[in-house]
Each structure stands twice: as structure tokens, then as C-alpha cells.
């Protein structure tokens, strides 16, 4: 495997150029001598998985599959909360365009992303398989470490979260999706597919490791930012040139409009094969910036004027997908990676971003392919962001991996509606390295988890002083008439939060013996 942490010059220079001021020297001195004296308390990074035994072998296509290949988009937000379009429920927020893709295709109640966080959820997208396995529990910071400033904060925010007075968990033991991952796009150009990826990457700062750019993980074209838009600095590329050194401000108000004009120059330069598109906007995630059409346009502050903006260039993708005669055989998907922070409405779910509550899981799912997902259905079964890997395989007639593990089920029938039962007994929650909860039918427990709750927010590890001013562990919760986790149910129901203890721990042993999920 190669190594995590390379020596790169060019990283601690900002560039080419290896001469350095004494400013940055000074710099430089502070950040080592902060990182050295917090190592003892970080102890070591995680152990390497034996990824020998994966290599990237080609899938191979399913004997006599014949089925017409379809044109797929999968559309994914950044940071939207599962109450904040129309077709969930909003108020605040106008979402015409989302929710016409809603009365045309079907609509998911319980759908689950694999992560509260950015780059974890990206990582289980594209590869069907949680981010445990490879030790992405974290979000990517951007390579070069940025300023002093941010560096002292982030290895603070570690620090304290090690005491239990913050909750920021530890950083990923990797600094992308490793290279013996199989993607999506990986998988679909085995049937033929062009693959384009627009927007916001974020498994990998491929400025400073090229190993992690799209280019090289399955997709034949990229235009887009290699993390998210609140990091400084925080460049445009096209391909693998970068076009614009640091996009901030208002400036990055363009955002959504360029990826979807981006997005639809590829649909006019597409030759005859299907395609595969990508599309990750930054929005609605912070710092807020919408254009000057839409700022105080909606009732739901900067935020929504953001959401807003970000439907009307999803209409104007679809627009152009009916145009241009595509429509009617393409599948198109919109989701969202993890629940709301600081603005953005759970609709009425507890918790948001980086929390293992509902709030922070649980995303919206929308899908349209027309002539085979009914109008204006609707799917209550429990569903994940890790099922989309082995659906669109299956849709594309791809063989699965058969050398390691993929967590998510194909779910073309709950999309069709000719399947009517979820593939799944149970889902993990993860908050960064910790297991925290499980769900299994209507039932979600959690074995501890901070409560986030007055006067200690973050008391999972303040032990007996947070349990007796706060309240108890665990907690179950009976989704199908609690979906709001308000009404704790493990000290009247034991049997029950014994059971999905056991199913915790089996879960933690398997993955203690086997993390990587290698087959055979």
C-alpha cells in the first residue's frame, strides 16, 4: 500500500518553489511543535488493512444479460437536510424542479446515508461498502494542511475531543479512497459507459496526490473542486489542469450554475454510448453564498436562497435531458450526503450533521426512470447510500466484486416497486471510528452516544458525571411511531435492546477480524 503521509516538499512550500521565509519557518516550528506535543495523546494511526489480497481485477459482464442500458445522473447535495425540499415537507423552501422529479419517479421515506459527514458518505457511494474498511471515518482536510490557524484549531478540536470536551473524533487513517478500491465509474466502463464526474470530489486532495483524482479512479473527465467550498485555499480544476487558484466569497456563487453548464456541455459532446454522470454540488453546504437572482428570494434565509438556486439548475439539467431526447431513457437520482448543519431543517428528526441520530443520517432519495419507476410512488423500507454501488451494476449488467465485501444490497426492486420488502436486516451507525447504534426493522438503539443536551452536549466520555445529569444508556427508539427519538424504550423493552446489543457486537467482531471485507 502506498504510503499516507509522503514526503512532499512542494506540500510544506505551497509550491515548486522550496525556498520558504522565515515567517514560514516560524510557521512551520509552531505547527511541528504543537503536533509534537499532541502526539502522545493521539496514540497511533490505525493499522494498515492487508489490501494485498484486493486487487482491482476486471468484473466481467453477467452471462446473457440484455437489457437496454440506460443514461444514469445521480444528483447528490451537500449537507441538505431531509426536510428541506417541498416534497418533504418544507415550507420555507420552494423546490418546483425536485419535486416535479418526485411526482415522476418515486420517493424514499427511509433512506440512509453511510455517514453524517462529507467524506465518508462519498467514499460508501462509490464504492458500496462502509468507510470503516478502509479507515476513512473522517473528513478529508485539504492536503496542504492549510494556514497555521486552521492547523492549530484542528489538531485543538482533536485534542479536546480526547478529553470529551468536543466532538470531533479522530482523523481518517487514509488520505483518500485507496487505489485497490473498485468505483462505480470503475465498474460501469466495463459496460461501456462514459463517466463523467462534475462538482465537489472530497475523497482525496489530488493537487497534493494525483493517485486520488477522479481521472484516475474511473472517470473519463472531471470539472469540479477537490473538497468542500468552506477550505482555503480552494481551487477549480478542469481535468487535471486547475483553472482558478481560489474561488472565495461571493464568487462562489457560480458554483451550481457552472457544474450544471458544465454538466450539459458533456450531454452535447457525448458520443453513442451510455453515460454515467456524477453530479456532486457543493450546495448547500458553508459558507452561503447564492447569486444575486436568488439572495433574499426565499424564506428560508441565505440557506434557502442557496436550496433554491441549487432546484432551479437541477431543472435546468433536466431540461436539457428532455431536449435532447435523452428523458426517456435515463435514470436520475437526487440525494444528499448527510443532514443539515447550523441552518437546515431535519424535518422533524432529531440531530443533524455528524450525529448518529436520525437528523444526521437519514437523507432524502429520489429517483425517476421513465417506462420502469411508477409516477408519484412513494417507499417506506429501509434503504442505504451503499446500495446505489450494486444497484446500478446490476441495472448495467456488471458483475459484482466477488473478492471482498460490498455492504449495499441491490434495490432496483424497491425502485421499481416490484419489491415491496427491504434487502437490508440491518444498518450501522458509525460516528467516526466509534459504532455507536443499529437499526433493525422499526427499531433503532444506540449503545452511547452523546446526547447534545444540556449542561454536557458531548458526554458519552465524561462518564459517570454524564450519565447522572443527563440521562441513561442505551437508548432504543420505535421509529414507526417515534421518528423523532424523543421516548426511550430500552428500560421497557430489555429484551429488545439486548438483542440489538447482540447485533453490535457481532457486527464489531467481524469487523475486527476481517475490516476490509476480503473474500476467500
Known amino acids: 500500500m502506498k504510503n499516507p503521509f509522503p514526503l512532499n516538499p512542494s506540500a510544506f512550500s505551497g509550491g515548486d518553489d522550496l525556498k520558504c521565509s522565515r515567517r514560514r519557518l516560524l510557521e512551520l516550528g509552531a505547527a511541528g511543535l504543537l503536533a509534537a506535543s499532541f502526539a502522545p495523546l493521539a496514540g497511533c494511526a490505525a493499522d494498515e488493512p492487508p489490501i ?28 441538505l437536510g431531509y ?19 418526485s411526482r415522476e419517479g418515486v420517493t424514499f421515506t427511509d433512506f440512509y446515508s453511510c455517514n453524517a459527514l462529507c467524506s465518508p458518505a462519498r467514499y460508501g457511494l462509490l464504492t458500496g461498502r462502509y468507510p470503516q474498511r478502509s479507515g476513512l471515518d473522517f473528513p478529508l482536510w485539504e492536503g496542504r494542511k492549510g494556514k497555521l490557524g486552521f492547523r492549530v484549531s484542528k489538531q485543538l ?13 479522530k482523523e481518517s487513517s487514509i488520505n483518500g479512497i485507496p487505489t485497490w478500491e473498485i468505483t462505480i465509474a470503475e465498474a460501469l466502463r466495463e459496460a461501456g459507459y462514459q463517466t463523467w464526474a462534475i462538482g465537489k470530489w472530497h475523497i482525496g486532495d489530488f493537487g497534493l496526490y494525483p493517485e486520488y483524482h477522479p481521472e484516475n479512479n474511473g472517470f473519463d473527465r472531471f470539472f469540479g473542486v477537490p473538497y468542500s467550498n468552506g477550505q482555503d485555499p480552494f481551487p477549480l480544476y478542469r481535468g487535471k489542469t486547475q483553472i482558478e487558484e481560489n474561488i472565495q466569497g461571493d464568487d462562489q ?16 459532446e457525448r458520443d453513442g454510448r451510455p453515460f454515467f454522470l456524477y453530479l456532486p454540488y457543493n450546495a448547500p453546504h458553508r459558507p452561503l453564498h447564492p447569486s444575486e437572482k436568488f439572495r433574499r428570494k426565499s424564506r428560508g434565509g441565505l440557506y434557502g436562497d442557496v436550496v433554491e438556486e441549487l432546484d432551479h439548475y437541477v ?24 443532514g443539515p448543519w447550523y441552518n437546515g431543517s431535519a424535518g422533524g428528526l432529531r440531530g443533524g450533521k455528524g450525529q448518529s441520530f436520525e437528523g444526521g443520517f437519514r437523507v432524502p432519495l429520489i429517483a425517476k426512470w421513465p417506462g420502469r419507476i411508477r409516477p408519484n410512488s412513494r417507499c417506506g423500507e429501509m434503504a442505504s447510500i451503499l446500495d446505489i454501488f450494486p444497484t446500478l451494476l446490476a441495472i448495467a449488467g456488471v458483475n459484482a466484486p466477488v473478492d471482498r465485501v460490498i455492504d449495499g444490497k441491490n434495490i432496483t426492486g424497491l425502485l421499481t416497486g416490484k419489491s415491496r420488502t427491504t434487502p437490508h436486516e440491518t444498518l450501522y451507525f458509525y460516528h467516526h471510528d466509534d459504532l455507536e447504534g443499529v437499526r433493525n426493522g422499526s427499531y433503532k438503539y444506540y449503545r452511547m452516544i452523546n446526547h447534545y443536551k444540556y449542561p454536557l452536549p458531548t458526554n458519552k466520555k465524561w462518564g459517570g458525571v454524564g450519565k447522572a445529569r443527563i440521562g441513561e444508556w442505551p437508548l432504543l427508539y420505535d421509529l414507526s411511531t ?18 440489538m446489543e447482540g447485533l453490535m457486537r457481532k457486527w464489531e467482531a467481524e469487523m475486527a477480524g476481517n475490516a476490509p471485507g476480503i473474500v476467500g
Not at 157 to 168: I, T, V, W, Y
Not at 316 to 333: H, I, M, S, Y
Not at 482 to 499: I, K, T, W
Open 52 to 79: 494485498n489480497a484486493l486487487p482491482v481485477k476486471p468484473l466481467g459482464r453477467v452471462p446473457g444479460f440484455g437489457g437496454r442500458l440506460p443514461n444514469i445522473v445521480f444528483i447528490y447535495a451537500d449537507d
Open 83 to 101: 426536510g428541506d425540499l417541498s416534497c418533504y415537507g418544507s415550507r420555507a423552501v420552494r423546490t418546483p424542479n425536485i419535486d416535479r422529479l
Open 157 to 169: 478540536g482533536h485534542l479536546f475531543s480526547r478529553m470529551g470536551l468536543a466532538d470531533m473524533g
Open 253 to 268: 456563487a457560480k458554483l451550481s450554475r457552472i457544474y450544471t453548464e458544465e454538466a450539459i456541455k458533456y450531454l452535447d
Open 315 to 338: 431543472g435546468k439539467l433536466l431540461d436539457a435531458l428532455r431536449d435532447r431526447g435523452l428523458e426517456g431513457n435515463t435514470l436520475v437520482f437526487f440525494s444528499s450526503d448527510n
Open 482 to 499: 417515534d421518528p423523532g427519538e424523543s421516548y426511550n424504550l430500552a428500560q421497557n423493552m430489555p429484551e429488545v435492546a439486548e438483542r
